[in-house]
């Protein structure tokens, strides 16, 4: 129960120290003069992923490197897998159109390019780097592309991502300081106390770190994008839900594992062999999968949703039978790659070819 404490208590203080760094910079930035388009598209972007980069970094000077390279590859197979799912449950997603020709194709790219710095079996502080200086790349192209939205899209992010009105408890520099300052002391200690508890789960049920990391952790540090994909879908915002979940995953690993990749220094990240035999190959399928789905009618409709969640599922028992050794892993194994695998290939195919005859012009 102690443990238990401990892991909500780190949960509570990661999602608090993100929204408190993230409201102190933004009004910061916007204090001095940075429109609300490049803050919305950098600091309240990045700002759900705070408790992954916590967590990573932190379980990486522990030297518990498996929860860190576990955590990012199980939050993006929980963001698209769980978040999507349940969000499309909810309403059936609008997926812009941008996403489908630049962000989803990104995603796939960076997830690529994981997998293959993994093939020697660690995550260098050179790969750390190179995925971190990819990361201030992309962000430099999202903003120089933001001075062309529509005037539309740029009052949006001014209704989001507001000043502080002046005489405001919040509109001064102090005190934006001090929420930084807050933010990134509740965020440490948040990742202490989720780390420290990771390791007791993992021992108490006599399943490796990674397995934690992939599971408890992932959708512990994904309870952010969780509350703002659902609350966009619940509201209406249904392009929003779609766009958190695909930037968030490509900042997990430019992001995360980049900066993770920094601090391992001259050791590196060492990447399981279950990781890098079977995990990563699923990041990146779910990856892919965003490519049919997302182009069927440009949304994501109920029951899309629905093997989304049903996938995350099968996902986990996978891991708790491999994890145990347990007798019906064959046996599941072989249902999943058999059946429900080839079957829901042939149904996303079969609907992305009707969507497409139907928009086809008829002919003269």
Not at 71 to 92: D, H, K, Q, R, Y
Not at 101 to 116: A, K
Not at 125 to 144: I, P, Q, R, S
Not at 166 to 185: F, K
């Amino acid at each position: 129960m102690l443990t238990l404490g401990m892991f909500i208590a780190g949960l509570v203080a990661l999602i608090a120290g993100a929204e408190l760094l993230v409201r102190g910079a933004s009004k910061l930035a916007l204090s001095f003069g940075i429109s609300p388009l490049v803050v919305g598209l950098t600091i309240v972007a990045f700002g759900t992923s705070a408790p992954e980069v916590a967590v990573s970094l932190g379980a990486v000077l522990d030297g518990q490197t498996d929860i860190a390279l576990g955590n990012v590859v199980g939050s993006n197979i929980f963001n698209v897998l769980f978040i999507l799912g349940l969000s499309a449950l909810i309403t059936p997603l609008v997926v812009h159109i941008q996403l489908i020709r630049q962000e989803v194709p990104i995603l796939v790219g960076t997830s690529l390019l994981l997998l293959v710095l993994s093939l020697d079996g660690r995550i260098s502080a050179f790969d750390g780097a190179m995925l971190f200086g990819l990361l201030l790349a992309y962000t430099a192209f999202l903003v120089v592309q933001s001075r062309k939205e529509t005037q539309a899209a740029k009052d949006e992010y001014a209704a989001e991502v507001q000043p502080a009105a002046a005489g405001s408890w919040d509109s001064r520099l102090p005190v934006q300081l001090l929420l930084m300052a807050a933010g990134l002391a509740l965020l440490v200690l948040g990742s202490q106390w989720l780390v420290d508890a990771a390791v007791v789960f993992a021992k108490a049920l006599g399943v490796s770190d990674v397995v934690i990391g992939l599971t408890i952790v992932a959708a512990g540090t994904s309870m952010p994008e969780v509350a703002t994909s659902v609350m966009a879908a619940v509201k209406g915002e249904r392009d929003i839900a779609v766009g958190n979940v695909v930037g968030s995953n490509t900042f997990n690993i430019l992001g995360c594992l980049g900066l993770s990749g920094i601090a391992s220094g001259g050791a590196g990240l060492v990447v399981p062999e279950a990781v890098l035999n079977f995990d990563l190959w699923v990041m990146l399928a779910v990856a892919l999968a965003c490519v049919p789905v997302f182009m069927t009618g440009r949304e994501i409709a109920r029951w899309e949703g629905a093997v989304f969640l049903l996938y995350y599922v099968a996902y986990v028992a996978y891991l708790i039978l491999a994890a145990q050794q347990h007798a019906a892993l064959g046996t599941f194994s072989a249902v999943m790659m058999g059946f429900v695998l080839p079957l829901t290939v042939i149904t996303l195919v079969i609907v992305l070819l009707g969507k497409r005859s139907a928009s086809a012009p008829p002919h003269a």
